[in-house]
């Protein structure tokens, strides 16, 4: 059974703290998508990561696909309460499946 | 103009009725996908469809059945529901070999 890995499960921060989430698997990704889901809503694309090595910036996000792309880590710098949600890595896998990750819930308090 | 809308936002009922959720996505995108999200919020793909065939078919009961009568459409149908199906079920869509899904705001399913 193909697994993604996401450490720590639970993260409360105050704002304005810097923090990594990590994503790991066994599996090879053609892709590494992230996502973040607020309650009641589905996920929400925030990022594809498609080449080993890759780094991704988005405003205060950076992402980041590990060189055998069997991993990916998410950090935040200067979080904002805003930034609070739970955070979804995804592995495209082939036959056009995608599998999440365990979810990681992210709490920023002002 | 929602990208990919679903309905009913939410379901209750009895166990052993028969219910179906429908799914519909203006974005033009050739696969469409049903995933479970379960009370730990962990989310497992249930089926996919490329204009309109079954692509993934994941081990799901047979009581759950998609039906996809145009690449814009997607339904799941749930025969003999049990108090197990309660869960939260999301649609997605994409365009093939694009990278990023869109999701739907999801049903919650409750069966009492």
């Known amino acids: 059974t193909q697994l993604l890995e996401q450490s720590p499960q639970f993260l409360s921060i105050q704002e304005g703290e810097n923090l990594t989430v990590y994503c790991n698997s066994s599996?090879?990704?053609?892709?590494l998508q992230w996502y973040r889901q607020e309650p009641g809503e589905g996920p929400v694309l925030l990022v594809t990561?498609?080449?080993?090595?890759e780094v991704k910036k988005l405003k205060r996000l950076t992402f980041q696909f590990g060189d055998a792309r069997k991993d990916s880590s998410l950090h935040i710098t200067a979080a904002q309460p805003g930034d609070t949600g739970l955070y979804l890595c995804?592995?495209?896998?082939?036959?056009?499946?995608?599998?999440f990750g365990t979810g990681t819930r992210l709490q920023v308090f002002p | 103009d929602t990208a990919v809308s679903q309905t009913p936002k939410y379901l209750v009922t009895q166990m052993g009725n028969d219910k179906s959720i429908k799914c519909e996505q203006n974005?033009?995108?050739?696969?469409m996908y049903w995933y479970k999200q379960d009370s730990k919020k962990f989310l497992k793909i249930m089926f996919s469809?490329?204009?309109?065939?079954?692509?993934i078919n994941e081990t799901v009961p047979n009581r759950f059945s998609p039906k996809s009568p145009d690449k814009a459409h997607l339904n799941l149908h749930i025969n003999s529901l049990e108090l197990g199906d309660s869960a939260v079920y999301f649609c997605?869509?994409?365009?093939?070999?694009?990278?990023?899904?869109?999701f739907g705001s999801g049903t919650r399913l409750t069966v009492v």
């Open positions: 997605a869509s994409s365009q093939v070999r694009s990278y990023g899904y869109t």
């Open positions: 599996s090879v990704f053609s892709s």
């Open positions: 990561v498609v080449t080993g090595g």
């Open positions: 995804a592995g495209q896998l082939p036959a056009d499946k995608l599998i």
């Open positions: 974005l033009g995108h050739d696969t």
């Open positions: 469809y490329n204009n309109k065939e079954l692509i």
